[in-house]
């Protein structure tokens, strides 16, 4: 495992005069769920795109290595394609038929979507074109997730529920994970660590980790804390730590 | 788009419509609105079209027609469709070649007409090429539009998932822009349909627009109304026919979200 970093080193990303991430350094451990947070248009998307290799540092380096997937907010799927053809292109190393085959129902059970394999994602509500999302990138042999906004697009009992079926498929098949998101709960829900990047140009701000098991749910304390923690960084909530300790 | 539902029994109302038209036309005719060398009569155009089918000549000008607009729209489709890709996909040629495209696509293709028998004398050749003339400037247009339009998510996510070459021309690409192309061909097909029957009026000596010209230089109003009531029917056809590439499952989401 150990092999295969998954690290930003002091990198820094400008368009044009515009300078997005200054000197960031972020090293993701395998197995490890990061979400990133912070206020929009901060690069959170530019530090993903650079994982993924979509996009180069103007300074620093980025060591990526292993199968790397990205999944989107929304429209990800090829409309042209039906759910069973989406999800095969996560299988397209699996060259033995009878196993790809099975591997395909094995996705589609996990995602509970059986019965709806020559559905078109037009056909399917948004909740169940995320799952279908998801399967094609946890299929096959892949190291890493990156998740940019996957849920902002759903209702909110929705996006509640994907979470919960997203730690029950991470359970089944362990990736490491960098979650972008606006959510707060989101990454206060899932996240082993989230990373609060400053306004641009982004740097780390500060760093929570999260030790409570998954599934959490949303009203436990700790993930209360935590989204507590994470808005005071933000700067949207009073540092009401002290408060909370008289209590 | 919601849509009434209307009760099977609706299906006759364009019967009903038709019906109506014939009454007024059978009419007008009886009455002598017109005098009847410059107004057939329902009955008179049925007798010129069974004379027609009888001598055989009928089906030699729709197949000469046929042949002509199949080929001609080919072409146009052949060369557009990859002259259209290679265009939206780069930003340079196309700013290039669009100004040019765009002329053309708005001269009317009739406006080549002289050239056509200057260059390519009486028959089928001179209707080929006015057809590609009027087809293939807006393929090239529409095949642009819409390969500009794809989503860059779909590159984006065909190459994440190692498409490249001539698997993401085909799986990606091609079907990314297959709902915009099979709309402008609907289009493109009805405008090559009214481009051959104007060709061989002047630039033929066979095929239905011959027909009805022919028809009208011998004063044959019914054999003229009978040609002109074939061109309608068989337009409407090649728009039926094409009609059903939009029913092709993979296709659908273009027209349904």
Same mark, same amino acid.
């Given at each position: 495992?150990?092999?295969?970093?998954?690290?930003?080193? $002091?990198?820094?990303?400008?368009?044009?005069?515009?300078?997005?991430?200054?000197?960031?350094?972020?090293?993701?451990?395998?197995?490890?769920?990061?979400?990133?947070?912070?206020?929009?248009?901060?690069?959170?998307?530019?530090?993903?795109?650079? +994982?993924?290799?979509?996009?180069?540092?103007?300074?620093?380096?980025? #060591?990526?290595?292993?199968?790397?997937?990205?999944?989107?907010?929304?429209?990800?799927? +090829?409309?042209?394609? !039906?759910?069973?053809?989406?999800?095969?292109? /996560?299988?397209?190393?699996?060259?033995?038929?009878?196993?790809?085959?099975?591997?395909?129902?094995?996705?589609?059970?996990?995602?509970?979507?059986? /019965?709806?394999?020559?559905?078109?994602?037009?056909?399917?509500?948004?909740?169940?074109?995320?799952?279908?999302?998801?399967?094609?990138?946890?299929?096959?042999?892949?190291? !890493?997730?990156?998740?940019?906004?996957?849920?902002?697009?759903?209702?909110?009992?929705?996006?509640?529920?994907? *979470?919960?079926?997203?730690? *029950?498929?991470?359970?089944?098949?362990?990736?490491?994970?960098?979650?972008?998101?606006?959510?707060?709960?989101?990454?206060?829900?899932?996240?082993?660590?989230?990373?609060?990047?400053?306004?641009?140009?982004?740097?780390?701000?500060?760093?929570?980790?999260?030790?409570?098991?998954?599934?959490?749910?949303?009203?436990?304390?700790?993930?209360?804390?935590?989204?507590?923690?994470?808005?005071?960084?933000?700067?949207?909530?009073?540092?009401?730590?002290?408060?909370?300790?008289?209590? | 788009?919601?849509?009434?539902?209307?009760?099977?029994?609706?299906?006759?109302?364009?019967?009903?419509?038709?019906?109506?038209?014939?009454?007024?036309?059978?009419?007008?005719?009886?009455?002598?609105?017109?005098?009847?060398?410059?107004?057939?009569?329902?009955?008179?155009?049925?007798?010129? +079209?069974?004379?027609?089918?009888?001598?055989?000549?009928?089906?030699?000008?729709?197949?000469?027609?046929?042949?002509? #607009?199949?080929?001609?729209?080919?072409?146009?489709?052949?060369?557009?469709?990859?002259?259209?890709?290679?265009?939206?996909?780069?930003?340079?040629?196309?700013?290039?070649?669009?100004?040019?495209? $765009?002329?053309?696509?708005?001269?009317?293709?009739?406006?080549?007409?002289?050239?056509?028998?200057?260059?390519?004398?009486?028959?089928?050749?001179?209707?080929?090429?006015?057809?590609?003339?009027?087809?293939?400037?807006?393929?090239?247009?529409?095949?642009?539009?819409?390969?500009?339009?794809?989503?860059?998510?779909?590159?984006?996510?065909?190459?994440?998932?190692?498409?490249?070459?001539?698997?993401?021309?085909?799986?990606?690409?091609?079907? @990314?822009?297959?709902?915009?192309?099979?709309?402008?061909?609907?289009?493109?097909?009805?405008?090559?349909?009214? #481009?051959?029957?104007?060709?061989?009026?002047?630039?033929?000596?066979?095929?239905?627009?011959?027909?009805?010209?022919? @028809?009208?230089?011998?004063?044959?109003?019914?054999?003229?109304?009978?040609?002109?009531?074939?061109?309608?029917?068989?337009?409407?056809?090649?728009?039926?026919?094409?009609?059903?590439? !939009?029913?092709?499952?993979? #296709?659908?989401?273009?027209?349904?979200?």
């Amino acid at each position: 495992m150990k092999d295969k970093p998954l690290r930003l080193e $002091n990198v820094s990303r400008a368009f044009g005069a515009v300078e997005v991430l200054r000197a960031l350094s972020l090293e993701v451990e395998r197995g490890e769920f990061v979400a990133v947070v912070g206020p929009s248009g901060c690069g959170k998307t530019t530090l993903l795109n650079l +994982f993924s290799g979509f996009d180069k540092p103007t300074a620093g380096r980025v #060591v990526s290595a292993g199968r790397v997937r990205m999944v989107y907010q929304q429209d990800g799927l +090829f409309p042209w394609s !039906t759910v069973s053809e989406n999800i095969l292109m /996560g299988l397209s190393e699996v060259k033995d038929e009878r196993e790809r085959a099975r591997q395909l129902e094995e996705m589609l059970a996990l995602i509970k979507l059986k /019965g709806f394999e020559q559905h078109y994602p037009h056909q399917l509500s948004g909740g169940m074109r995320q799952r279908v999302e998801l399967a094609r990138a946890l299929a096959g042999e892949t190291d !890493t997730l990156l998740l940019d906004e996957p849920f902002s697009s759903l209702d909110y009992l929705t996006r509640l529920r994907l *979470r919960r079926e997203l730690v *029950r498929m991470l359970r089944e098949r362990p990736r490491t994970v960098v979650l972008v998101t606006h959510d707060i709960e989101e990454a206060a829900q899932l996240a082993d660590r989230v990373v609060v990047l400053s306004e641009r140009p982004a740097t780390i701000r500060s760093e929570l980790r999260l030790e409570l098991e998954r599934p959490r749910d949303l009203t436990h304390p700790e993930v209360v804390n935590a989204v507590h923690r994470i808005l005071t960084e933000l700067g949207l909530e009073r540092d009401t730590e002290n408060v909370l300790m008289q209590v | 788009m919601i849509e009434e539902k209307l009760p099977p029994r609706a299906r006759l109302l364009p019967l009903a419509v038709l019906l109506l038209a014939l009454l007024l036309w059978t009419t007008l005719a009886l009455l002598r609105v017109f005098p009847e060398s410059a107004f057939p009569s329902p009955l008179a155009v049925a007798r010129g +079209f069974i004379e027609e089918v009888r001598a055989g000549r009928l089906l030699d000008d729709l197949v000469a027609s046929l042949f002509r #607009v199949t080929t001609g729209f080919a072409l146009a489709v052949g060369l557009g469709l990859p002259l259209g890709l290679i265009l939206g996909g780069r930003a340079r040629a196309r700013a290039a070649f669009l100004p040019a495209v $765009n002329f053309f696509r708005n001269l009317s293709p009739l406006a080549w007409i002289p050239f056509a028998i200057l260059w390519f004398g009486i028959g089928d050749l001179p209707a080929i090429f006015l057809i590609f003339m009027a087809a293939f400037f807006p393929i090239v247009l529409a095949t642009i539009a819409a390969v500009a339009n794809v989503p860059a998510v779909y590159f984006r996510v065909a190459r994440n998932y190692g498409y490249s070459g001539a698997r993401l021309l085909t799986q990606v690409t091609l079907p @990314a822009i297959a709902p915009q192309v099979i709309t402008a061909l609907r289009v493109t097909a009805g405008l090559a349909w009214v #481009v051959v029957v104007a060709a061989e009026m002047i630039a033929g000596r066979d095929g239905l627009g011959f027909a009805v010209w022919d @028809a009208r230089n011998g004063l044959r109003m019914d054999l003229l109304v009978s040609g002109m009531i074939v061109i309608g029917l068989i337009g409407v056809l090649i728009d039926r026919i094409l009609l059903r590439l !939009t029913h092709i499952k993979s #296709v659908r989401w273009g027209y349904e979200r």
